[in-house]
């Protein structure tokens, strides 16, 4: 008989192998489990044949693959006609698990009294496909020829014939005929049921497959790629939580990445196994001598696949793709231009041997494990990645000038190829003339804008800029880049006042018609600056932001006039003037409404929070339904806008005491954000929700501090130190834990650092300071000593101009009949209530009815006092507030 390639006809050779097996059999039979031995027993004393059958065992770890099972032993258990199944995906996915998975469960024993499992991973060819079964049925040559192999087949009753790695000899075009026409002749066996595995998405040909196909295996899910990490390392100490999240995210949920990085990492621990990975790659995961513990072989396997050999462009697009985290589609590839001859075969290719694969966008994609790979041993060219460089290049260019008129889905779509544009940026550092790096220079630049606004955080690639500058030498690159770390944030320099003096200096001498728009935004960012944080100095603000102004006037540019404008509301708002707010805001809304600009929606958002600061909610939620339509029609909705815009709404249902409500905004916020989206607002989003935990009343102290420290986070890693609202926040849990002393010592501290620059922060410390329901000062302290804070609030909400704080200070003011009169007092809660309940301010209403009953209880009006508690309490309730509507209970009891 003739044997196919790579199998030796040297008789001697062949006994030894037979001799070989014969031990190794042995040895297999001594090792097996009582069941497995029963079965190769039987199989033994069966005598209609010589054969035997050699079983691997059921895999011991094994999750995720409950539902594929389930609908195998429900197709192979059926009564009808024998199954005839191919499990396909990509190599590494678990189908050779899933199959001996199935092949052994109790059910499937139970009807298939034969269960043969035959690895096809050495035969390249019908006739060493023909081998490997016929030496898996007996010794003897005879037994490999199709003849007999069918014979066997059909005389061995009911019988379940795996064929595991079916794509090696199928794949083989010059046999692959011949292999589909014996396959073909095994299923129709009629007590025959075959399982085949295979590498890729396509099936044999000749054969009648059991429907509905089984689809292709996809990466496990979380739950059980964590489940089957830690069934082989131990749990994560303290402190590497994080690197087994990023461990897992690098296997990208493939299982044999996540057999073999668990193994490692229980040995070596997970944060020395992610150290290993960072410098390794693949090769960590390739000490193996085979496919199943070797990651590199598996996809080496692939890649040598006779069907990707007859594309040799497919080669070429696995390489591109192999820097596109995001995946791609073809329509992309072909607008961009890339020299990939018939792209679409190419893809299909790919996707028929499971390197790659279509997601449910039509998006071409590898896993991450192949995509490493493929990075190290067969990089792109640049004559493939400059086109594609350069076409996300443009859509960044065009998303930048579009930004601010409606660009259609141009912003969502950009959001979702960020970690392309990004890898392929960096790529073209390392890969590409030194001519290209101004040019990727300025689009890092706008995919730092861009990321940003669409809560995707900060790009790494901004931290390649210095050393960008310095390599090119590129002064417009520097006072551009320049521009970007002014804002708050890590890149602010140590000395952001010398920077600015020296940019004031260079646009100075370097203005021309040319770069008018970087002077106008650097300007406006130096506006900026002054006008929050640290480095607050409002004087200096309005100076740079008129300067600004006056050039975009200038030079006739609508877009800088809005974004001065802007800055302006900015100013206001920062300096906690919301009345001067309020006509600045208009004239930007008729400036961008004029131009039919979207730009304008900031304006609407401005004016909505200063319409809130002076009691006007139904005006300011007017406001927030027009933004949101602007958003809406600029593309921008899932954007950092959308946040200003919620946390208007959010700040809207604080003023009116509806807690719950403002809660439900801030849970809403935080699910766009996190340390890594839009970290500063993450960590302001927490310290917000924190407050509103304490208000309510209803969360225990420790999940509160942990919010806080969570924030504090955040903010350090920003070089951002004791934040206002955080140390004010800080000062609440304090007096939430009934630690008095702190509370009293840090809201002094926390007024006294903000009283001139956060005036807003100041009056937050003396609402409370003032308030002598919170007993700050002790059971011994006399009421002259807290009746001050309230006289000194009142005074700041008048300068303030803050209709609201002045009524909390008058509430404040009239919880001290002793001092000022019951009568004065009386008037006093009446007044407030009266307003408050004319603007619709819950809590307001609470505390005034409240103190009402509290004074006619001390006049015996008893009757009139309980209406006013039960009044008290049903809007305790409304507000949400569970320790108030205990006091009221308390007072009704």
Known sequence: MQYGVGLSTDLAGLNADIEQQHEELLELISSQSDEDSGSIHRSFLNGSSNSFVMLPPSPKIFHGREA??????????????PAHVAILGPGGMGKTALALATVHHPDVMAKYLERHFISCESATSYAELLVSIGLHLGPEPSWQSPKAILNYFGACGPCLLVLD???TPWEASESRSEVEEFIGQLSGIPTLALLLTMRG???PGKVKWTRPFMSPLDPLSSTASRQIFLDIADEPDDGEDAALDDLLDLSDRLPLAIALMANIASFEGYLATLSRWQVENTALLSDGHDKRSNLEKSITLSLNSPRLASSPNAINLLALISLLPDGIRVEDLVASTVPIPDVRQAQWRLVGTSLAYVDVSGRLKALSPIREYIRRTHAPAPQFTTPLRTYFQNLLALWKAKRHIHSGNLGPELASYVGNITELLRYGLSAEQESSWVE??????????????MLKGDTQLINKLPELINDTGDSGLRWRYATRCLRPGPLLPTDPDALIEEGVQYYGTHMTRSNIDEVIAFYDCVARHYSNGLHKDLSRATEFNALTLDLAREHGETVHQLKALATKCYIAQTSDAPRRLIPVAREGRKLGGLASNPEAWEFY???AWALSCIGDFRGAQDLCMEAHEWLVSAGLETTDRRLFLLDVEADIHLQKGEYSEARTVYAEMLKRTSPQRSPIYH???LTSAARVDMVMGSVSVNDVSA???TAQTVFTAYRMHQIPITVCAMAELALYR???DTARSLLVKCLTANRRLFPLVASDCLAILGDSRKNLHGGNSSTGDVFPWSIVFLALARKMQDPIRTLHALRRIADYPTIVGEDTALVLFRVVCDVGAEMGIHHLQAECMLGIGDILTQRGDVDEARKMWEGARSRFVRCSRSRDVLQVDARLS
């Not at 630049?445 to 606004?453: E, G, I, Q």
């Open 68 to 81: 594929e099972l389930k609908t195998l032993l429900t197709t192979l258990l059926a009564p009808s006609e």
């Open 165 to 167: 790695n079916f794509e």
């Open 201 to 203: 998405v396509e099936r």
């Open 440 to 453: 990727i220079g300025d689009s890092i630049l706008v995919l730092h804008d861009f990321s940003r606004t």
């Open 605 to 607: 958002w401005t004016e």
């Open 683 to 685: 960590g302001y989003l």
């Open 707 to 709: 919010k806080l420290e």
């Open 738 to 740: 009934d630690d008095l």
